[in-house]
């Protein structure tokens, strides 16, 4: 790698990211006939993040009660603070039927009712007509369903030849003149340079959840996608917004589904109350996630929680009063993790949870067909993102459960549907000699020797998701997004000095985390840039010393660019076509 090693590979199109957006977005380029088509993922396809997605798949198909796209999409606009854009909240909920008929096709297996068509059941802030009682949306595969989706287009892309790079780890974005042609990446088992060089890229890396201390993504969630772009000088958008799952399980990363509640499962706190009613009287705790977590967050700052050694840290989830044989058969992965890592029966016991870090509505900002936005205007010609990385935006402020794999879905077709129509008209994709100079000169820095006084890249992680978990969590506030700020710009500085000390070329872990905490300080920074420019409470941001919804000033999306002399605020209109921004009440 550092010495030189350099490797060069052109094909028509280049997906970062073997997740269920990735994948299904290199499955369209392929079908499409597009050219030779590869994926470089820094892991396995199979154990991408999308796997860990249990609930299901929203889609208005109407299998169990009535429905409607236009529902679903008032739910996510509303779910979603108003900050949603409408226009891609339409292209979404329009095409979920579609795309699940697509799936099933392709060979997912989804759970069926007993005439055959595919089950449904109930997630939180999907409606019955514009916030009426919860409808049975979501299309599920036991509580397995992205696993399933990973398999399903894992095998479809080996069906159309689509060339896989596992164990490489992208760590440049080859973009001239405002047009993207390639990527920069490392190969994990030797340390060689490979340059891909590409018509198109697509950036489908996920999330970012790893930059807290406590949340429910896997370690690969880094936020790569967002690092690249950010450092390329493309904006963030609205990255004040992360969403904090409601039943996390406590000292833990173990996420309890949400398909829990659509069973019936009850919240109680240290009172044995059913406190949802408060907070929600209608849905209770099919309200969204943004309004059971802040709830679950007041009962315990109220000291009507309920932890072990006098500390008031969680509440209870019950499941007691199910049906044990359903809860098996329908949440089998649930109740193996309650027993395993809880020592809980999930039908005899109630289940600790308190709310975890877990999801990301902001990130590179794209069109309804991935394309990657240059700032308040222009594209990045050749450059394309989709699913947790991206933001559409879809989401809004709070994203509801079982959207988050249908954008993936969506967005991940459209983007490799509109990319193999680019790449037609683009001449054949070739390397640079100097393509990975860059590239290679950062590593070198990590790599270099003599420098005895900087701390360990691990205790800099360390105190960056501290610090996050602490100051920009469920509730913020003006001086600890200060502070934040502060901190997270001292702790850049030291990674400027940071040094990998283990000098090995085989699998050098070390190295490649310390290339992962690059972007996560980069994306960290922005989501308290973020936050502190945002002076109102919306969705997932909550700010104590600004709790009510300003439609009038914040009815805007936030921009955040990595500028030579810092970090620069800027803003996007938000899309509104059909619901004006109202009352969130459930």
């Known amino acids: 790698m550092t010495e030189g090693t350099e490797r060069g590979r052109a094909f028509a199109a280049v997906v970062v990211g073997g997740g269920g957006a990735g994948l299904f977005a290199a499955m369209e380029l392929a079908r499409a006939d597009a050219g030779p088509v590869a994926i470089v993922s820094?892991?396995?396809?199979?154990?991408?993040?999308?796997?860990?997605?249990?609930?299901?798949?929203?889609?208005?198909?109407?299998?169990t009660a009535p429905d409607s796209c236009e529902w679903h999409m008032f739910d996510t606009v509303k779910g979603?603070?108003?900050?949603?854009d409408q226009d891609a909240a339409e292209v979404m909920c329009k095409e979920a039927p579609?795309?699940?008929?697509?799936?099933?096709?392709?060979?997912l297996p989804f759970d069926r009712l007993p005439d055959g068509r595919i089950a449904q059941r109930q997630y939180g802030g999907h409606t019955a007509g514009f916030g009426a009682a919860p409808v049975p949306r979501s299309c599920y595969a036991a509580d397995r369903t992205g696993h399933m989706i990973l398999h399903t287009l894992y095998q479809q892309c080996l069906r159309h030849d689509v060339e896989f790079f596992d164990e490489f780890q992208v760590v440049d974005l080859l973009i001239d003149d405002g047009r993207c042609r390639g990527v920069v990446a490392v190969e994990l088992r030797t340390a060689d340079l490979h340059v891909f060089a590409a018509r198109a890229v697509v950036l489908a890396t996920g999330g970012y959840g790893r930059i807290y201390d406590l949340t429910t993504n896997a370690v690969a969630a880094t936020g790569d996608g967002p690092g690249l772009a950010f450092r390329a000088g493309i904006p963030l958008q609205d990255m004040e917004f992360f969403q904090f799952h409601p039943t996390g399980v406590p000292g833990q990363g173990i996420l309890i589904s949400e398909a829990a509640r659509g069973m019936g499962g009850h919240l109680r706190n240290g009172r044995g109350e059913r406190f949802m009613e408060r907070y929600a009287p209608t849905l209770r705790e099919l309200a969204p996630r943004d309004v059971v977590a802040r709830a679950?967050?007041?009962?315990?700052?109220?000291?009507?929680?309920?932890?072990?050694d006098g500390g008031d840290d969680h509440v209870e989830l019950h499941l007691t009063h199910l049906d044990p044989d359903e809860l098996r058969r329908k949440l089998p992965d649930l109740v193996d993790h309650a027993r395993t890592y809880l020592g809980i029966d999930a039908s005899a016991r109630p289940i600790p949870v308190l709310p975890r870090a877990h999801y990301a509505m902001g990130g590179i900002p794209t069109d309804v067909d991935g394309r990657v936005r240059a700032g308040t205007a222009g594209f990045v010609d050749g450059l394309y993102a989709a699913g947790e990385c991206a933001c559409v935006s879809v989401h809004g402020a709070n994203r509801l459960g079982t959207n988050s794999l249908l954008d993936i879905l969506v967005f991940g077709r459209r983007a490799g549907r509109h990319a193999?129509?680019?790449?037609?008209?683009?001449?054949?994709?070739?390397?640079?000699?100097?393509?990975?100079?860059?590239?290679?000169a950062a590593l070198n820095r990590l790599l270099r020797r003599g420098r005895t006084g900087a701390r360990p890249p691990v205790a800099i992680r360390r105190d960056m998701q501290r610090w996050m978990g602490r100051h920009a969590g469920v509730s913020r506030n003006?001086?600890?997004?200060?502070?934040?700020g502060d901190k997270l710009a001292g702790l850049a500085e030291e990674y400027a000095d940071a040094v990998v000390h283990d000098r090995g070329k085989v699998f050098n872990q070390e190295l490649l985390e310390t290339t992962e905490l690059g972007n996560m300080l980069d994306v960290a920074r922005a989501v308290?840039?973020?936050?502190?420019?945002?002076?109102?409470?919306?969705?997932?941001?909550?700010?104590?010393?600004h709790p009510e919804t300003d439609d009038e000033r914040w009815l805007r999306h936030t921009l955040v660019a990595k500028?030579?002399?810092?970090?620069?605020v800027d803003h996007l209109p938000v899309s509104v076509t059909r619901f004006p921004a109202g009352e969130r009440t459930f």
Not at 80 to 84: E, I, K, N
Not at 420 to 440: H, K, T
Request: charge should be neutral.
């Open 528 to 545: 308290a840039r973020a936050a502190a420019a945002r002076t109102e409470s919306r969705g997932s941001h909550f700010r104590s010393d």
């Open 563 to 568: 500028r030579p002399d810092g970090l620069e």
């Open 420 to 440: 193999a129509g680019y790449v037609a008209g683009c001449p054949a994709a070739v390397s640079r000699p100097g393509d990975a100079l860059r590239a290679g």
């Open 296 to 308: 679950i967050h007041a009962e315990i700052a109220a000291g009507r929680g309920m932890g072990g």
């Open 80 to 84: 979603g603070a108003y900050l949603a």
């Open 98 to 107: 579609d795309v699940v008929i697509d799936l099933e096709h392709l060979g």
């Open 478 to 484: 003006a001086g600890d997004l200060a502070a934040l």
């Open 42 to 63: 820094k892991l396995h396809p199979i154990r991408s993040h999308t796997g860990a997605a249990m609930g299901g798949i929203a889609a208005a198909l109407g299998n």
